[in-house]
């Protein structure tokens, strides 16, 4: 049983629900703010998914606050696969973890170590890293808290179970053994996939570090440039190996996986691409960004 209401309408109306209910809180608020001034209705209380077919374990209000929700539906159908969890790698899964992709399936064999704390997001513990985990098994637990379906590989990707790459919808590609990517690009290729091959060169010279990071896409729209310009390399010969001197910084490690993430994105419709290129590549010393191989 109501005992009060009341009603609080401007001669104009209110423009929409929003502001209605805002103004509402307002007026509300107003005699316990004068009191307390650090009293407040916005509490942000943390709403979690009722709804079991999102992958989020809490609703994802950021797309509904920009009011992009509609956008951001246009990456829901999508299977990811990336392979390699290194330091571009590790910031790719940063990136489309946030997405309402429907799954993410991670491939690398190797253990998260030491090194690999300053080259990834997050901030593990002395703890975490004695673990020794496998680098799959530790970030599908560190964003498990976050999203659900993703499923780790325990495995380096061969001939021998890359049928399981063939599932995806989209595959990100953040290795550097040359004859393994081949056959991954060729087995992709045949299946009619499209992929994104990430790749990052760094050097000392005078004191100071030069590098280039570039982002090689790979569609039905446009395949030919990958081999007719050698814009991925297949080589084995570690001396020439972009990733021989093992440097990587994280920033550069995430600039390169965002660019690549923003890529895809545009393949998805999510951002608008006026250019359709299909290679891209960032000087870092003359701070070039450069695109290439329009489809």
């Known amino acids: 049983m109501i005992n009060y209401s009341f009603s609080s309408k401007p001669?104009?109306?209110?423009?929409?629900?929003?502001?209605?209910?805002?103004?509402?809180v307002e007026i509300i608020s107003a005699p316990a703010q004068a009191i307390d001034?650090?009293?407040?209705?916005?509490?942000?209380?943390?709403?979690e998914c009722?709804?079991?077919?999102?992958?989020?374990?809490?609703?994802?209000?950021?797309?509904?606050r920009a009011n992009i929700?509609?956008?951001?539906?246009?990456?829901?159908?999508?299977?990811?696969?990336?392979?390699?969890?290194?330091?571009?790698?590790?910031?790719?899964?940063?990136l489309i973890a946030k997405t309402p992709v429907?799954?993410?399936?991670?491939?690398d064999g190797d253990k998260f170590l030491q090194h690999n704390a300053f080259r990834s997001p997050g901030a593990p513990s002395v703890e975490e890293l004695n673990k020794v985990q496998k680098k799959v098994d530790y970030f599908t637990d560190l964003y498990a808290g976050m999203r659900k379906n993703i499923f780790p590989h325990d495995c380096?990707?061969?001939?021998?179970?890359i049928d399981q790459l063939l599932l995806m919808d989209f595959v990100f590609l953040c290795l550097d053994k040359g004859g393994v990517k081949k056959l991954i690009v060729e087995k992709l290729e045949e299946a009619k996939l499209s992929f994104i091959d990430t790749g990052m060169g760094v050097e000392v010279v005078d004191e100071s570090l030069i590098g280039i990071l570039r982002v090689t896409t790979s569609t039905e729209k446009k395949r030919e440039h990958v081999r007719d310009k050698n814009r991925i390399s297949f080589s084995e010969d570690e001396a020439n190996d972009e990733y021989s001197q093992n440097?990587?910084?994280?920033?550069?490690?995430a600039?390169?996986?965002?660019?690549?993430v923003i890529k895809w994105k545009k393949l998805c419709g999510f951002y608008q691409d006026r250019e359709n290129e299909h290679f891209s590549t960032y000087s870092l010393n003359v701070n070039m960004l450069v695109s290439d191989d329009q489809s």
């Open 102 to 107: 429907e799954e993410i399936h991670l491939f």
């Open 156 to 161: 380096y990707v061969n001939s021998s179970n």
């Open 255 to 260: 600039f390169n996986a965002a660019m690549a």
């Open 37 to 47: 001034d650090s009293v407040t209705a916005k509490t942000f209380k943390v709403i």
């Open 11 to 24: 001669s104009d109306g209110y423009i929409n629900y929003y502001d209605k209910m805002t103004r509402y």
């Open 50 to 64: 009722q709804n079991e077919e999102s992958v989020f374990n809490y609703i994802d209000t950021c797309s509904s």
């Open 247 to 253: 440097i990587q910084i994280a920033d550069l490690n």
């Open 69 to 94: 929700n509609i956008i951001s539906d246009k990456l829901k159908t999508y299977k990811i696969g990336i392979v390699g969890l290194g330091g571009t790698g590790s910031y790719v899964l940063d």
